[in-house]
């Protein structure tokens, strides 16, 4: 059980477009939602944390307006970068979990963003 | 705020060898403590964790008690294998919207 699928695992886009990522609780239903950027030597950075309904909320130094994260349903979070630019490339990361509380979070499996 | 400081490595052992990663936190309230592993390519897998002071997380032969005298939630197995090999995550879950967030990470690489 608890699994998270995320989609695509890798993308390349052209630089000044949008590329939406999608993560999905197969199982379970995920009332919070997090998504991570994964920078090289491995640093995993909190972007943002989503309940389901509601806004999400940035962490500090993160562009609301560069990565729309929607959390319309309890099985399905969505992470947009508008406009990419090669900067952006990287590793994104999802995960979710069942409950708005200090429970463990269950990971997908990742996607790699290359903006050319 | 909420923070969590680990080892950063690399980490290199010889098969059989005793691991430790040491991690610590800083946190308002009660937070519950997480070791997460990722292997190459991948997202991160839940190794163990912990909810409250003195609780000890194990699995696959690693163990981590909380230590709330200390804030440390140190990481560690007696004897490692080849297959151990990965990336090795602290994290805490607490705060402001629960907000679960990682120390940078420990590379561990085991050689046979």
């Known amino acids: 059980g608890a699994v998270v699928s995320q989609h695509p695992s890798w993308v390349i886009c052209k630089s000044g477009t949008s590329v939406k990522i999608e993560c999905r609780s197969l199982?379970?239903?995920?009332?919070?939602m997090f998504w991570y950027r994964q920078f090289p030597k491995q640093s995993l950075m909190l972007m943002a944390t989503s309940n389901e309904g509601s806004k999400a909320t940035y962490e500090q130094g993160v562009e609301k307006d560069k990565f729309l994260i929607n959390h319309a349903s309890l099985t399905l979070s969505t992470l947009t970068v508008t406009s990419a630019h090669p900067e952006d490339s990287s590793f994104y990361i999802c995960?979710?979990?069942?409950?708005?509380?200090?429970?463990?979070?269950?990971f997908g499996q990742g996607t790699r963003l290359t903006v050319v | 705020g909420n923070s969590v400081t680990q080892m950063e490595g690399p980490v290199t052992l010889s098969e059989e060898a005793f691991l430790t990663i040491n991690c610590t936190y800083t946190a308002t309230g009660y937070p519950s403590l997480f070791w997460y592993v990722q292997y190459p390519g991948e997202g991160l897998q839940l190794l163990l964790k912990?909810?409250?002071?003195?609780d000890k997380g194990s699995n696959k032969g690693f163990e981590a008690t909380y230590r709330k005298e200390t804030t440390s939630f140190h990481l560690e197995k007696g004897s490692v294998q080849v297959s151990d090999s990965a990336v090795y995550f602290c994290g805490q879950s607490g705060g402001s919207n629960y907000k679960l967030t990682f120390g940078k990470g420990t590379l561990l690489t085991v050689n046979p």
């Open positions: 995960s979710a979990r069942q409950q708005r509380t200090n429970t463990e979070a269950f």
């Open positions: 199982d379970f239903q995920a009332t919070t």
């Open positions: 912990a909810t409250k002071a003195d």
